[in-house]
């Protein structure tokens, strides 16, 4: 009897179950992300040894929580949910397509050949989904940024909608976008490094360990992509959060003076040397670890459940 082909799902499935995945990730990451949005503002142009608010990432939590609250912890939950769902659901909806049209799932390929093909499919998405959630992102990492002590660039808003609004009032459409070319290097590498060493844990675990499909795979394939994307994405992450939260226009009162990701890399290189682009890295991956396996621990139930209903 002939083997019936497997039912791939729709692109709006996969948006739906890679959307779900990464908002639901988010509610339990977000309290590190302000960490790590603190972590990396803290010394912006100054050399390594002027002083520190945070002394490492245990501090920048603890003070948050101590001089702001739980509130202060989830600052930006909102927007971060938005951004998972408009960056993430379009990223992991379309890379099934993606890698498969570079022909990552073709039999007979080496773990190499398909590590590198998956690499440049999830570069490719990456380029998509960062432009896509720009605007949300931008919000978010004024809004965790808000009421730090830490940074003189400020913004005074309630909220996503908001934040949203200001910007647009201010600046215009464009200004939603502000700071996106730095976004789409970060996702490109993130993407790239999450989605390609997420399935080449998988095999090796399942190759080397036996382990069949399931929670445990799931689990020690999304640990190890963690640390691999972490360490991968710190410096464009900086770099990225450096620029969405610069003040600009007339009234502001504070400006770094960014002219755009080389421009920012290369400041950073001058005044706060090669370390400066692992700011927040251990809050990165407290962050970025968790949310990784929640994401795909979420995403292989969300494509069980979407299969068992037929989709």
């Known amino acids: 009897m002939a083997k019936q082909p497997v039912k791939e799902r729709g692109l709006f499935v996969n948006f739906l179950c890679g959307g779900a995945s990464t908002a639901a990730a988010c509610v339990f990451s977000n309290p590190m992300e302000v960490v790590k949005t603190r972590m990396q503002m803290q010394g912006e142009l100054q050399a390594r040894s002027a002083a520190r608010v945070y002394n490492n990432a245990f501090h920048c939590f603890y003070k948050v929580v101590k001089d702001e609250g739980v509130r202060g912890i989830q600052r930006g939950l ?42 440049a499919a999830g570069a490719s998405v990456g380029a998509v989904s960062a432009v896509n959630g720009s605007p949300f992102f931008l919000v978010k990492a004024r809004l965790q940024n808000m009421g730090s002590p830490n940074t003189k660039a400020q913004y005074n808003y309630t909220g996503m909608l908001d934040g949203l609004k200001q910007v647009h009032a201010s600046e215009g459409t464009a200004g939603l976008f502000r700071g996106f070319e730095g976004a789409v290097l970060r996702v490109m590498v993130g993407s790239g490094a999450q989605l390609s060493s997420y399935e080449s844990c998988k095999r090796l675990v399942k190759k080397y360990f036996g382990f069949e499909d399931g929670a445990p795979l799931h689990l020690a394939s999304a640990l190890g992509a963690g640390l691999v994307v972490t360490t991968a994405m710190n410096p464009f992450d900086v770099v990225s959060t450096r620029l969405y939260t610069q003040q600009v226009g007339e009234n502001a009162h504070y400006r770094t003076g960014w002219r755009g990701p080389l421009d920012c890399i290369s400041k950073i290189a001058k005044t706060e040397g090669a370390l400066g682009f692992y700011k927040g890295w251990s809050a990165h991956y407290m962050r970025l670890g968790p949310h990784t396996v929640f994401t795909f621990m979420f995403l292989e139930q969300a494509k069980k459940f979407a299969t068992e209903l037929g989709y």
């Open 78 to 119: 909102s927007a971060g949910i938005v951004y998972q769902i408009a960056m993430n659901g379009t990223r992991l909806g379309l890379f099934p397509y993606v890698s498969k049209m570079y022909g990552a799932k073709d039999e007979g390929r080496s773990e190499q050949d398909v590590f590198f093909r998956n690499l």
